[in-house]
């Protein structure tokens, strides 16, 4: 297995494909053993906002190899198709952008001026930490959270998954042991619940799935700090397991499709796509039934 010159689509691929596979389980029917005895939901899948919003992070960072925070407010407020899953507020927020209000004012606003601690900016990073595999800093840095998402957990919560994302990709050659892949977003934590939640994830690893989504949460309450500390538990115990990881994200309930992006999106980076003997990457049955991914972002 080697690493891509750029392992950043296979991670689009992987968050694409867990945040599709994963909105499947808010259709009533759905059944989680199914997919647990390897027998998925029908095709075709549809993918949500978490999907989209990351393919406007990848073609920005493509594009310019940073992260503009102006032009990437303009291309989320451009591209936002609400019936795709946006919260009410994050729609509200993107119009008054479209309509002119500077992003920084309308996304600090939020919430009495605190900003929004959501998991909105960590569902959609791990392709611009794979972008930048093996440079953590350059990952922790591309800002691409504060646009949307002012509030320090949010920041810290985003920052972390694209931290693990990069790791993850560099590592497919050499592996990555389970309590690496959580040592390596240390440096980046900042004191608050999300950074409690994640030292929490690595006194929990071999633990079970059912146990951890417990202790850390499974994004039931749209927090970066209910959400980030039991992906990036679960990416680290199934990182060379696609399938694995985002199966247990279904298992865990809660946000299904925003958890399976998240560990999707870090995973894939690690495995790409398809399987041998060490590694199983995304199926190739999964890829073909997520919806098709916009042509805009493959150029």
Same mark, same amino acid.
């Given at each position: 297995?080697?690493?891509?010159?750029?392992?950043?689509?296979?991670? $689009?691929?992987?968050? /694409?494909?867990?945040?599709? $596979?994963?909105?499947?389980?808010?259709?009533?029917?759905?059944?989680?053993?199914?997919?647990?005895?390897?027998?998925?939901?029908?095709?075709?899948?549809?993918?949500?906002?978490? *999907?989209? +919003?990351?393919?406007?992070? $990848?073609?920005?960072?493509?594009?310019?190899?940073?992260?503009?925070?102006?032009?990437?407010?303009?291309?989320?407020?451009?591209?936002?198709?609400?019936?795709?899953?946006?919260?009410?507020?994050?729609?509200?927020?993107?119009?008054?952008?479209?309509?002119?209000?500077?992003?920084?004012?309308?996304?600090?606003?939020?919430?009495?001026?605190?900003?929004?601690?959501?998991?909105?900016? &960590? +569902?959609?990073?791990?392709?611009?930490?794979?972008?930048?595999?093996?440079? $953590?800093?350059?990952?922790?840095?591309?800002?691409?959270?504060?646009?949307?998402?002012?509030?320090?957990?949010?920041?810290?919560?985003? +920052? *972390?998954?694209?931290?693990?994302?990069?790791?993850?990709? +560099? *590592?497919?050659?050499?592996?990555?042991?389970?309590?690496?892949?959580?040592?390596?977003?240390?440096?980046?934590?900042?004191?608050?619940?999300?950074?409690?939640? =994640?030292?929490?994830?690595?006194?929990?690893?071999?633990?079970?799935?059912?146990?951890? &989504?417990?202790e850390l949460g499974?994004?039931?309450?749209?927090?970066?700090?209910?959400?980030?500390?039991?992906?990036?538990?679960? &990416?680290?115990?199934?990182?060379?397991?696609?399938?694995?990881?985002? *199966?247990?994200?279904?298992?865990?309930?809660?946000?299904?499709?925003t958890t399976a992006?998240?560990?999707?999106? =870090?995973?894939?980076?690690?495995?790409?796509?398809?399987?041998?003997? /060490?590694?199983?990457? =995304?199926?190739?049955?999964?890829?073909?039934?997520?919806?098709?991914?916009?042509?805009?972002?493959?150029?």
């Amino acid at each position: 297995m080697t690493i891509p010159s750029d392992p950043a689509p296979d991670s $689009l691929d992987g968050l /694409s494909v867990g945040d599709a $596979l994963g909105a499947q389980f808010f259709v009533p029917g759905r059944s989680r053993s199914e997919l647990q005895a390897g027998r998925p939901p029908a095709a075709p899948w549809p993918w949500t906002d978490d *999907t989209e +919003m990351a393919c406007s992070v $990848l073609t920005e960072i493509r594009a310019r190899g940073r992260i503009d925070r102006d032009a990437l407010a303009y291309v989320f407020a451009d591209r936002c198709e609400p019936y795709r899953g946006y919260s009410g507020g994050t729609v509200a927020l993107l119009h008054q952008v479209r309509d002119g209000r500077p992003w920084a004012e309308a996304a600090g606003a939020l919430f009495d001026g605190r900003g929004s601690l959501g998991n909105g900016a &960590a +569902m959609r990073v791990a392709p611009l930490g794979a972008h930048f595999a093996g440079e $953590l800093d350059r990952a922790a840095e591309a800002l691409s959270a504060e646009v949307t998402h002012r509030h320090p957990e949010a920041i810290v919560g985003a +920052m *972390t998954v694209a931290v693990a994302a990069s790791h993850a990709a +560099m *590592t497919r050659e050499t592996g990555c042991a389970p309590d690496e892949l959580l040592e390596v977003v240390e440096p980046y934590l900042v004191d608050g619940r999300t950074a409690k939640g =994640i030292h929490r994830a690595r006194e929990l690893l071999g633990k079970s799935v059912d146990e951890a &989504a417990y202790e850390l949460g499974n994004g039931a309450q749209v927090t970066a700090q209910d959400t980030v500390p039991f992906t990036l538990w679960a &990416a680290a115990t199934f990182l060379t397991d696609y399938p694995a990881a985002v *199966t247990a994200c279904v298992q865990a309930g809660g946000d299904v499709d925003t958890t399976a992006a998240i560990v999707g999106g =870090i995973v894939a980076a690690h495995t790409g796509i398809g399987s041998t003997e /060490s590694v199983r990457g =995304i199926p190739a049955e999964w890829l073909a039934a997520r919806e098709a991914l916009p042509g805009w972002v493959r150029g």
